[in-house]
């Protein structure tokens, strides 16, 4: 049986966490004093994480947070929002930063090159975010099982990138109603795309050509639930940051129904991250929700209510499962 460990990426470093019965032993804590954005680990290999900050650039750890190596060479813009590993080549990297860019790199971070496409797509210079003009951000970035080579991008402000050559050459989605796009998801053989923006969740059945609002309300975090054909869990608000919940659809994003059982709701805050595995809790499966306070919540799909965890510090941005 594998390893089951828990990354908590914070305002203070990162924090990794093991699973054991009835509860949670730390394994180490690194990077101190570093804002982290993004989590990502290499498939098969529990142990190597990669972690995204806010001005310091990209860190790879390859003994679970115990020591950290910096892998920042060719990568000159260093507030990462989004990691991706290439699911066809898992030494094939993908970040997006604050100013809109994305970065490749073909040997497991070690070097970097932008990919310059991504610049040139139409209205690229009009992309700014309100509370820090920094010409947009790529907070999202998301590969399509089973079609090699493409790639979607959410952009805050800007919409929704396609690349269908890894990266080479870029278009927008134009016909996203809403531009403030914080998240972007793809099942198998991009059947369904959903993208989480400012004023809910969006539906395509056409790789992004066209677009179905499906559910309103301002939502950062969305997740496919492994195993359940058709189960999306997602936290929409009724206002920007604030008086957030928990939606969940068993159809595809057709219909939805509350599914904060167990929380105070509304939030006084949002829903920051979702993350789903298939499992248990002891083999970290389940439906993982980051709130905009900290604070980490679980709950199996077939529970009746989201439980606590107390298992890591405040402050807590984001997590990866492995």
Do not use: K
Request: aromatic share 8%; glycine share 14%.
């Amino acid at each position: 049986m594998g390893e089951h460990l828990l990354y908590l990426g914070t305002n203070d470093g990162v924090v990794t966490v093991r699973r054991i019965p009835g509860g949670w032993q730390e394994v180490a804590a690194g990077l101190a004093g570093c804002a982290v954005r993004a989590l990502a680990h290499l498939p098969g290999e529990p142990r190597t994480i990669l972690a995204g900050s806010d001005g310091r650039g990209l860190f790879l750890s390859s003994d679970a947070g115990q020591s950290w190596e910096s892998r920042n060479r060719g990568l000159f813009l260093n507030r990462i929002r989004s990691i991706l590993v290439d699911p066809a080549d898992p030494s094939h990297l993908f970040v997006g930063t604050e100013p809109a860019a994305v970065f490749r790199s073909l040997d497991c971070g070690i070097t970097w090159e932008e990919l310059t496409g991504f610049r040139e797509v139409a209205g690229h210079e009009q992309w700014f975010i309100p509370y820090a003009p920094r010409a947009g951000a790529v907070c999202s970035l998301a590969a399509v099982p089973g079609i090699p080579g493409r790639l979607y991008a959410g952009i805050e402000p800007g919409g929704v990138a396609v690349t269908e050559d890894g990266g080479r050459s870029w278009r927008l989605l134009s016909r996203l109603p809403d531009p403030d796009a914080h998240q972007i998801l793809a099942d198998v053989g991009g059947r369904l795309v959903l993208a989480a923006a400012g004023s809910g969740v969006y539906r395509s059945f056409d790789g992004g050509g066209s677009w179905e609002h499906v559910l309103a309300g301002y939502t950062r975090a969305i997740a496919l639930v492994p195993r359940r054909p058709g189960c999306i869990v997602a936290g929409p608000a009724e206002q920007v940051g604030h008086r957030g919940w928990i939606a969940r659809s068993d159809d595809g994003g057709t219909t939805w129904y509350r599914w904060s059982d167990g929380l105070p709701t509304p939030l006084e805050g949002i829903v920051a991250q979702v993350a789903a595995r298939p499992g248990s809790l002891n083999a970290l499966g389940g439906v993982f929700a980051v709130l905009s306070n900290g604070v980490i919540v679980h709950r199996d799909p077939d529970q009746s209510s989201w439980a606590l965890l107390t298992c890591g510090p405040s402050g807590i941005t984001v997590i990866d499962l492995t």
